[in-house]
């Protein structure tokens, strides 16, 4: 499967405990995105990576976030001293951005997500 | 006002119908339009990709952006009930720091009935 995989699948943890999850992206994209989607809602951006370097981030993702992309692969965003409302599923998405005259296309492909419960 | 508003459902509808699925949004900076299908507990997976506005078809899907009225809708023909699932539309411009970031609707969620 060459897909973009999510690791782990499930995560339930208490409040207060720290949780990291990973993200390997399609193996030729340069660009990663991670999203938060919660219950009945479309996913919120928030934070985008372009190889190894942190370009973008959402004024959702608090301080108690913290994300890395060391050599430009595989993803990790940790979050720590969970809160219940930190509860949500978090999708990776990956890119490769292809240039058509003055026209970009990124087209973004989703993982299947991290399903966080905090108790 | 959310940038990009969706009616949640749900829509219920008979195999074979066609289904028109819509989206408005409110920032003139979206230049791009997806439509993405998320099937109950899984990542969202890509359906339509447009620029501008007119039409686009592929296969049973048609994908149209008005960009003058700042809606776009996706339409469903011979829907069945395989295509029951959350179908969620997405709009991006260039952020200015390198991403295309996605703004997403809430999500319709869609029931084929046999």
């Known amino acids: 499967d060459t897909g973009v995989s999510q690791d782990p699948r499930h995560k339930i943890t208490k409040r207060g405990q720290n949780v990291t999850f990973r993200c390997d992206p399609i193996s030729e994209h340069n660009r990663l995105y991670w999203y938060r989607q919660t219950l009945g809602q479309g996913p919120e951006f928030l934070t985008y990576?372009?190889?190894?370097?942190?370009?973008?981030k959402s004024r959702l993702l608090s301080d108690r976030f913290s994300a890395e992309r060391p050599k430009g692969s595989f993803s990790t965003l940790e979050i720590q001293r969970t809160e219940q409302g930190d509860s949500a599923m978090y999708l990776c998405?990956?890119?490769?951005?292809?240039?058509?005259?003055?026209?970009?296309?990124?087209?973004?492909?989703f993982g299947p997500g991290t399903r966080l419960t905090v108790l | 006002q959310k940038e990009v508003e969706q009616d949640p459902g749900p829509l219920s509808v008979p195999e074979g119908a066609i289904v028109s699925l819509n989206c408005t949004y409110s920032n003139s900076a979206f230049q791009y339009f997806m439509w993405y299908r998320q099937y109950s507990r899984k990542g969202p997976e890509l359906l339509m990709y447009?620029?501008?506005?007119g039409n686009k078809e592929d296969g049973r899907f048609t994908a149209q952006v008005d960009k003058s009225s700042k809606y776009i809708s996706l339409f469903i023909r011979d829907s069945q009930p395989s295509d029951s699932a959350t179908y969620l539309c997405?709009?991006?411009?260039?952020?200015?720091?390198?991403?295309?970031?996605?703004?997403f609707g809430k999500g319709t969620k869609l029931s084929v009935i046999p």
């Open positions: 447009t620029y501008s506005s």
């Open positions: 998405a990956s890119s490769l951005l292809v240039r058509l005259g003055d026209r970009a296309r990124d087209t973004q492909y």
């Open positions: 990576f372009q190889n190894e370097a942190q370009l973008e």
């Open positions: 997405a709009m991006s411009g260039y952020s200015g720091a390198g991403s295309y970031q996605l703004t």
